[in-house]
Every structure is written in structure tokens, then in C-alpha cells.
């Protein structure tokens, strides 16, 4: 095993935006971190799997990461392109560097040394490499992996068969007739209107009455769809994305899970076994021996960079407490 030494007291897992994020506020306090991203490029989920035509679907305001705003010149709902070269701008702003193509498989607590060990593979080498932080940030988002269900018959099907992530644009399949399996969209949050007053009125009004105001706002613009077949679950859109985690995305269908915080020995405290916190919301980020995870509250872009500040200042806190 080679072991990997860095002076970090940091190690990110993920290099998606929650990572970034995370990385920048550490940065900005001077804390070093290593940040490890398994892929070979830093928010592969926007760089290479999502479709050409992909926007952000909340306002800009909603979707920046900390200390740096999204242009004014940018649209107000981000395309894709936007979106990465806001990516692009922040790394290059804050230096971050990831380590890609390591694949984090193992972390467990050591309570004598007060530290973590980590172990990554090498998908370049193969190697193991073997980091021993003591504080550990999972980033690893909430919807990374593809998820394709078991699909009877679908092994016969002599058409071309292919998951969202792999869909890049329709130009190949011009006078095609293409079925879509699946949508994860969200009704609420189809009326820019709707959804921008609610993200306001969330921070000042309990859920429950958002949802319900939510709700009766929908009904008014859509009516009654149940003569369509279709039937409204019963809790409001808030509630449901943060009970079930559905994502109101379009085309893109039900992407899932995370690294399997099983493998997280010595924490039983703060992530469950698919892998999100355990603590509610607003005490979801932190959890004890010096692990935290970013992104995981079901409140997108604008969670994971609040989670990032909070972490960031709480590792400041307890190295200057030392
Ligand atoms: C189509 C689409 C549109 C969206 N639009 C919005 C929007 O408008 N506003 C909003 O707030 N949110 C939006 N979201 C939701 C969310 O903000 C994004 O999914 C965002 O990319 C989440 O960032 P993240 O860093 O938490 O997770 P990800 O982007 O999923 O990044 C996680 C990273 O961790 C890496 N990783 C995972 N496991 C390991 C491991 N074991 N070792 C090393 N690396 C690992 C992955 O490779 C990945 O790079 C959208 C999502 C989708 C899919």
C-alpha cells in the first residue's frame, strides 16, 4: 500500500460543487485539505453527464457557491455551459487542485491518534493510497450514481437502449420514435413564480405552510389533474423532497446514492445507511470525531454552500482551539 503523505488536516471526498465549495471556504481560512474526486474531471455530473440542453431550474441567486457571486452578465437560470465555466472560474479563483481518479473505499476513526484513515484507490495505477486527516468532509452528493432499474424483456429489446446520463442532445434520434422512461420532475417547480417566492418564504416560514401555500398556488395554474389519471401525492413538494429526495428535474429520471457510509467506521452518529444524514435539518452537517458531510440536506446548491461555510468555520474553531 502506498501511503500518501500530505500535510492536510482536511480530506473532501467528491468533487462536485459541495466539494468545491467546501474547499474554497477552507482555502479562504488557510486550512490545507486534499480533495478527492474519483473521476477525471472536478463536477463530472454537469462536465459529462447531463444533456446538452440542461439549465439550472432555480434562479442564479439560489445555485452560487460561497464568496463568489454568479456574473450579473450570466443568465438568470444558468445553462449547463454557464454553469461549468462558473465552475471553471471558482477553481481556478481558489486554487483548488483535486487529486482525480481516486476512488475514496474506506474510512474508519482511530480514537488514540485522534485521526482518520482513509483508503482511496489509484483508478490510474491501481494502487491504495492511504490518507490519515483528522477531519473528513463527504461530499459525495446525493445523486451521483446512475440508477437503472431491472426492466423485463429489455435484454431482447433490439432498439438502442441508454440512461439519461448517456443523453447528450435528440439529434440522433431524428425521426426516431423514442420512449422516455421515467421523469423526476416536480410540478411546483415548473412556475419560476411559484417556486422563487417559496425558496423566500422558506426561510422565514415553517415548511408545512410553504408546501400548503405551494400547493393551492399550483392547483390555481394547473387545476384539477387527477381527470388526466394524474393524482397528487398527499404531502406538499417541500416535504416530499425532503422525506423521499426527489429531484423536480426534467428528461433526466431518478439518478442515486452515494458511498456506502457503512464503510464509515466509527461514525454512528451522523450518516445512515443510504448514505444521508441522520440529524435533521439545521444540525445535519456535523457529526462527531471530526466528520461532516456537504450537500447532503436535500436543499441543493444553496445547502451545500451553506454547509460548506459552516464546516469550513467549525474546522477553524476547533484547530484554533488545540
Ligand atoms: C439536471 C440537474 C439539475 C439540477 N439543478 C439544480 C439547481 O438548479 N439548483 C440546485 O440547487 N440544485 C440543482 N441540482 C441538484 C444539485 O445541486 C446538483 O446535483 C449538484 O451537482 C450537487 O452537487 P454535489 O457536489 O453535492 O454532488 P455531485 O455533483 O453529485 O458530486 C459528488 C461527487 O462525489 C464524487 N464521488 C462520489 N463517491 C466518491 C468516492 N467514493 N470517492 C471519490 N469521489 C466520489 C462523484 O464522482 C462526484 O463528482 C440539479 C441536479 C441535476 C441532476
Known amino acids: 500500500m502506498a501511503e500518501y503523505q500530505t500535510e492536510a488536516a482536511v480530506i473532501i471526498v467528491g468533487g462536485g460543487p459541495s466539494g468545491l465549495a467546501t474547499a474554497a471556504c477552507l482555502h479562504e481560512l488557510s486550512i490545507p485539505y486534499t480533495l478527492l474526486e474519483r473521476q477525471d474531471c472536478f463536477a463530472p455530473l454537469w ?6 440542453r440542461v439549465h439550472l431550474h432555480l434562479p442564479k ?5 460561497p464568496l463568489m457571486p454568479i456574473p450579473p452578465s450570466y443568465s438568470k437560470y444558468l445553462s ?13 479563483r481558489f486554487r483548488i487542485r483535486p487529486r482525480y481518479r481516486r476512488l475514496v473505499e474506506t474510512a474508519s476513526y482511530d480514537e488514540v491518534a485522534g485521526k482518520w484513515t482513509i483508503t482511496a484507490r489509484n483508478l490510474g495505477s491501481g494502487e491504495e ?24 424483456g429489455l435484454h431482447s429489446f433490439t432498439g438502442e ?8 442532445n435528440g439529434e440522433k434520434f431524428a425521426g426516431e420514435r423514442v420512449l422516455v422512461v421515467g421523469s423526476g420532475n416536480s410540478d411546483a417547480y415548473n412556475v419560476e413564480g411559484i417556486v422563487h417566492a417559496a425558496l423566500i418564504l422558506l426561510k422565514y416560514l415553517p415548511l408545512k405552510w410553504v408546501d400548503w401555500m405551494v400547493v393551492m398556488l399550483s392547483r390555481c395554474v394547473y387545476g384539477d389533474l387527477s ?5 397528487r401525492p398527499k404531502e406538499g413538494p417541500f416535504a416530499l423532497k425532503l422525506k423521499y429526495g426527489k429531484y423536480p428535474v426534467i428528461d ?8 456506502n457510509s457503512r464503510q464509515i467506521q466509527g461514525d454512528d452518529y451522523l450518516l445512515s445507511d443510504d448514505g444521508l444524514p441522520k440529524p435533521n435539518f ?7 470525531n471530526g466528520l461532516y458531510c456537504a450537500g447532503l440536506s436535500r436543499r441543493g446548491l444553496y445547502g451545500a454552500a451553506a454547509d460548506a461555510q459552516n464546516i469550513a468555520h467549525d474546522i477553524k474553531a476547533q484547530l484554533s482551539f488545540k
Do not use: M
Request: proline share 5%; net charge negative.
Open 282 to 288: 439545521p444540525n445535519h452537517w456535523k457529526g462527531k
Open 227 to 231: 381527470k388526466f389519471g394524474i393524482q
Open 252 to 259: 433526466v429520471g431518478t439518478l442515486n446514492n452515494l458511498i
Open 129 to 152: 493510497e492511504e490518507y490519515t486527516p483528522r477531519f473528513l468532509v463527504v461530499a459525495t452528493g446525493e445523486t451521483c450514481d446512475p440508477k437503472i432499474p431491472e426492466v423485463e
Open 80 to 92: 449547463r455551459n454557464e454553469f461549468v465555466q462558473y465552475l471553471n472560474d471558482y477553481v481556478s
Open 61 to 65: 441567486h439560489f445555485c452560487q457557491l
Open 161 to 168: 437502449t441508454l440512461h439519461s446520463t448517456e443523453y447528450r
Open 47 to 52: 462536465q459529462k453527464y447531463s444533456y446538452d
